[in-house]
Nanobody
Framework: QVRLVESGGGLVQAGGSLRLSCAPSGSVFSINVMGWYRQPPGKERELVATITTGGSTKYADSVKGRFTISRDNTRNTVYLQMDSLKPEDTAVYYC????????????????WGQGTQVTVSS
């Protein structure tokens, strides 16, 4: 079973930047839509941004103009560049893939990473 592995979280001051990365743990031929979600303390998980294989993107209103999602299809890796961070961006950030074709030529659906903590201090 392929899993997703995030990296790049940490502690940053308000106004700063962080870049998150997410890659599959094993061999994957392709991944359809990839995305980032976050779960602030005491709140439910919410969509941050998604990107299709063709590069079409969608963002939550709260991050538009500050966050940029991108992907490298050759590595099936997705990135989230976060600029002008605010304390309300503090959350555990999760990577998601809606469908992945693994090395056994089997589809896996709704893959999630273990999450990476992003903390923005004021």
């Amino acid at each position: 079973q392929v899993r997703l592995v995030e990296s790049g979280g940490g502690l940053v001051q308000a106004g700063g930047s962080l870049r998150l990365s997410c890659a599959p743990s094993g061999s994957v031929f392709s991944i359809n839509v990839m995305g980032w979600y976050r779960q602030p303390p005491g709140k439910e998980r919410e969509l941050v941004a998604t990107i299709t294989t063709g590069g079409s993107t969608k963002y939550a209103d709260s991050v538009k103009g500050r966050f940029t999602i991108s992907r490298d299809n050759t590595r099936n890796t997705v990135y989230l560049q976060m600029d002008s961070l605010k304390p309300e961006d503090t959350a555990v950030y999760y990577c998601n893939a809606d469908r992945a074709l693994n090395s056994l030529r089997h589809y896996q659906y709704d893959l999630w990473g273990q999450g990476t903590q992003v903390t923005v201090s004021s």
